[in-house]
């Protein structure tokens, strides 16, 4: 029989007793709910920040642009508004990227900041800077470590992105996203003894085709890694603990970028020498008498060549043979002197470097001097300062020491003598470029850290007036000295031939726009020296430079076709492209505009302008072309500036800007240039 069912009401339970009294299927039965709830939770959880939440997330706006946090990879995006038009990813290389995006826990009250902290690992505070100008959005990024072990490190991706500025190289590129080179110090350095590093002439600015702009404060400790055609990088080093900031600012576009960027008043140096092309003598230096017979033979053939006018460059070796005590008397060493290269000028070159077995040094320490006269390692407390010996050239060396006041009045002062005693009329410096501590690994004083000495070096020089040449710049570009470029190889690479242009563009990009290249045909070995071809392409490129400059003679290279050549290029530069420079100083004196430009100045938007290394505007109005191809005469000539027209000073024909001319031809005879005429 069926079993009777109570039908009376459920007697009422407390919760303390409930759970107790329940048979064994409402226990199961309670426990499956609970871990139903569980598992929708949990699935829910994953859907809201699947779902709910997006993958990038704004965390500071402003008014023309504005940064997010991308989840995935942590990253920050720069994107212009309204449109969100992406400008720059920066992927965070030290704080865990899955961490979920910062939410607004430090500066939440501040609307023109960002703050987020990482827990034991590194804080992040974004900040809207004052607007720099009308149409432009600066963001200063600033990263703490919160631990000494911390090494900070962005990355600037090259996706869509050219990149321009930073460091000169061994093999310049133009943009910079074809470059390759490991994390080291951003310094400048010398390439003939360190060819993997970087070059003489270098700032912490970086500028991007996508209208953005990278400045790193001077006083921060960095290393700038190269990541062909992926990213490049910034990072601190290990172990020290100190911060990564860093200035973001967004343009419509990369010429208005740098326009704004590169507003800063420069003074020229001595434009004269723009008339005067550089014979380098490297005839005989084993004693004077021999140095003056080798400048009046060399003076002789420039006269028998009609090549009369112009300044004779004397090595440093050679200077310091003919500045030796013991030359001549004082009173008549200037009167000789003045006779050695006549009718042409003449340029001396010296270093800031002494042997340790020169007179110069040996005098020095007689005097008591050694100690404040040249680089030093620091004492140790109770000791005595021992000089920083390097190398230079071969020897062991002092290095003078920029930061005293005794030292620099002593070096400058000797400088003065020896030009007034050589008459020389021009003064080249070498080796001003490098860190010595940095380069033995030894602490640096304060004033010397990073490219402190190039920096302190570089003002003292320019003291001695507008006819100083020096070899390196770092945060000079405002002082009226010359730059004289670094020493490339005679072949078609680009540590030759292929890389005179990217050179041309960074050097005047980055403000140094009154530069020296180096001698026509390179001066280092190549893999075809003495080819005639090579020497003529050279010839065309730097008859359209600031200074032409050769080291090997045309009589020596070449027939006589090339010597006639020569003399054309010449007199072409005098007449046609010195005007230019005068004209377009201006600009670089008043606005800091480059006088070399590269072919997006005048198509800012067009992304075929943003990777041309082989062309170069002087100014708005005149496009230079060269053939840098060996055997080659014919090239496509992309014609910036759409809406512009341009007069080919070849054939007389017109063509519009913003066009590409397919297999334009150009004999051995010939260098495209086109003049704008609207």
């Known amino acids: 029989m069926p079993l009777s069912r109570h039908t009376g009401q459920i007697p009422e339970s407390t919760w ?17 709910l609970g871990v139903a709830v569980f598992f929708a939770m949990t699935i829910g959880i994953i859907s809201w920040q699947a779902v709910e939440q997006p993958p990038e997330e704004w965390v500071l706006r402003g008014r023309e642009a504005g940064m997010l946090w991308e989840r995935g990879r942590g990253a920050l995006l720069l994107r212009a508004l309204p449109a969100g038009r992406p400008v720059l990813a920066i992927a965070v290389g030290s704080v865990p990227a899955t961490e979920p995006p910062p939410p607004r826990d430090r500066c939440w009250h501040d609307g023109g900041q960002f703050c987020y902290s990482w827990e034991e690992d590194a804080e992040l505070r974004l900040s809207l800077e004052p607007p720099a100008a009308p149409g432009t959005e600066c963001y200063g990024v600033r990263w703490t470590p919160l631990r000494p072990d911390v090494t900070l490190k962005d990355c600037f991706s090259m996706a869509n992105v050219s990149w321009y500025g930073g460091p000169s190289l061994r093999a310049q590129r133009w943009p910079l996203n074809g470059a390759e080179s490991p994390a080291q110090p951003l310094v400048s350095g010398d390439l003939s003894t360190n060819p993997d590093g970087f070059g003489p002439v270098l700032e912490r600015y970086f500028l991007g085709s996508t209208g953005v702009t990278v400045t790193v404060a001077p006083d921060v400790s960095l290393l700038l890694s190269l990541e062909s055609q992926q990213q490049f990088c910034l990072q601190t080093p290990a172990g020290r603990a100190q911060p990564l900031q860093y200035q973001l600012c967004v343009s419509a576009e990369v010429a208005a970028a740098h326009r704004q ?27 004077a008498a021999r140095i003056r017979r080798g400048l009046r033979s060399l003076v002789r053939r420039l006269k028998r060549h009609r090549l009369q006018e112009g300044v004779v460059a004397l090595g440093e070796r050679g200077t310091a043979v003919l500045a030796a005590a013991d030359l001549v008397p004082q009173e008549r060493r200037k009167r000789q002197a003045l006779g050695l290269v006549e009718p042409l000028e003449l340029s001396i070159t010296l270093s800031p470097y002494a042997s340790v077995t020169s007179p110069l040094f040996l005098r020095s320490l ?31 060396c002092a290095r003078l020491n920029v930061t005293s006041e005794a030292a620099l009045g002593w070096y400058l002062a000797r400088a003065q003598r020896l030009q007034q005693a050589l008459g020389a009329t021009y003064m080249a410096f070498e080796g001003v470029e490098g860190n010595s501590f940095l380069e033995q690994d030894v602490p640096a004083p304060a004033e010397l850290e990073s490219d402190g000495y190039t920096e302190l070096l570089a003002a003292a020089l320019a003291t001695l007036g507008n006819g100083t040449i020096v070899s390196a710049g770092t945060r000079s570009s405002h002082l009226p000295l010359f730059v004289q470029m670094s020493p490339l190889h005679s072949d078609w690479s680009h540590m030759g031939l292929k890389g005179l242009i990217p050179s041309v563009l960074h050097y005047s990009l980055l403000g140094y726009s009154f530069f020296i290249p180096d001698a026509v045909g390179g001066s280092l070995a190549g893999a075809t020296p003495g080819d005639p071809e090579l020497f003529v392409r050279w010839l065309q490129i730097v008859t359209f430079l600031p200074v032409m400059a050769f080291g090997t003679p ?49 198509s800012p938007t067009d992304p075929v302008a943003f990777t041309i290394e082989d062309e170069f505007l002087i100014g708005d109005e005149v496009l230079v072309a060269p053939i840098t191809e060996k055997g080659q005469t014919w090239r496509d000539i992309y014609l910036p500036g759409e809406g512009h027209l341009w007069l080919d000073t070849n054939t007389a024909r017109v063509f519009d800007g913003g066009t590409t001319l397919r297999n334009y031809s150009a004999s051995l005879a010939e260098v495209p240039v086109f003049v704008k005429t609207s």
Request: proline share 10%; with cysteine.
């Open 16 to 32: 303390t007793l409930s759970f107790r009294e329940m048979t064994e299927p409402w226990k199961g039965a309670v426990g499956c």
């Open 261 to 287: 960027a590169a507003g800063a008043a420069r003074t020229p140096p001595d434009t004269a020498l723009l008339r005067s092309p550089i014979w380098r003598y490297h005839g005989p230096e084993g004693s």
């Open 366 to 396: 007689r005097g008591g001097e050694a100690a404040g006269y040249w680089l030093s390692r620091q004492p140790r407390p109770g000791g005595s300062s021992i000089p920083l010996l390097t190398t230079w050239k071969g020897q062991l």
């Open 554 to 602: 045309p009589w020596l290279c070449c027939d006589t076709w090339v010597l006639n050549l020569t003399r054309q290029c010449i007199q072409r530069h005098r007449n046609f492209v010195v005007p230019l420079l005068l004209k377009y100083r201006e600009e670089w004196q008043s606005l800091g505009y480059p006088i070399f430009r590269p072919a997006w100045w005048l």
